[in-house]
């Protein structure tokens, strides 16, 4: 995924397969979300920004970090997924093999769900860096703010609906447990997202 052509992943995304998929979407949309950061931070420097250098240096170094973060995810989400998959075509014709077949199941549901909620958290700390950037970034490019956080915020909704469709399958109370507190949490990041991009709006529009 990572040295692939943009047009190959889009062949692959949309294939009969099972993955890569929506959370492998939402993970390389958050990548582009903070490099979007990266990007506003690098144009906010100068003696114009001085009184806020350590701000912008801070969004700058670990939206970066998110960056790669988030590529990696994206892989992990395509393998989390071909897990599932090939979990489902085990043989299931003793009880052994059934016992086995089951638990493998479980087991790469719980990751197939887990993933996601990784996405969802790397892209509520970008909603966070957007909320900072905000205010100080540079007016040139403020409109790339808002553009961060409303590409956290669709991370955000895809991401959840992948978290949502693998609970359907999970009987673990741990595993369900863990990961509803993750969905339950995504409202107040959708809430945050849209907050920045109105602010944005308003002192563009001005």
Do not use: W
Request: charged share 25%; glycine share 4%.
């Amino acid at each position: 995924m990572r040295t692939e052509t943009v047009e190959d992943f889009l062949q692959e995304l949309a294939a009969r397969v099972p993955a890569p998929g929506g959370g492998a979407s939402a993970a390389l949309h958050a990548t582009q979300a903070a490099a979007l950061l990266s990007m506003v931070a690098r144009y906010s420097d100068g003696e114009k920004y001085a009184d806020h250098a350590a701000t912008v240096q801070q969004v700058c170094d670990t939206a970066d970090e998110l960056r790669a973060l988030c590529l990696d995810l994206a892989e992990q989400d395509a393998e989390a997924f071909g897990a599932v998959a090939a979990a489902y075509t085990l043989p299931k014709q003793s009880p052994e093999e059934k016992q086995e077949r089951s638990a493998a199941i479980a087991a790469a549901l719980a990751e197939a769900g887990r993933v996601p909620g990784r996405v969802i958290a790397l892209a509520a700390h970008l909603v966070e860096l957007a909320e900072l950037m905000r205010p100080v970034g540079n007016p040139n490019v403020i409109s790339d703010v808002a553009a961060t956080a409303i590409a956290a915020r669709a991370v955000v909704s895809t991401a959840r609906v992948n978290v949502e469709i693998n609970l359907a399958g999970i009987t673990d109370p741990d595993v369900r447990a863990e990961l509803e507190e993750t969905v339950v949490k995504t409202d107040d990041t959708l809430l945050r997202a849209d907050t920045v991009t109105s602010a944005v709006r308003e002192q563009i529009l001005r």
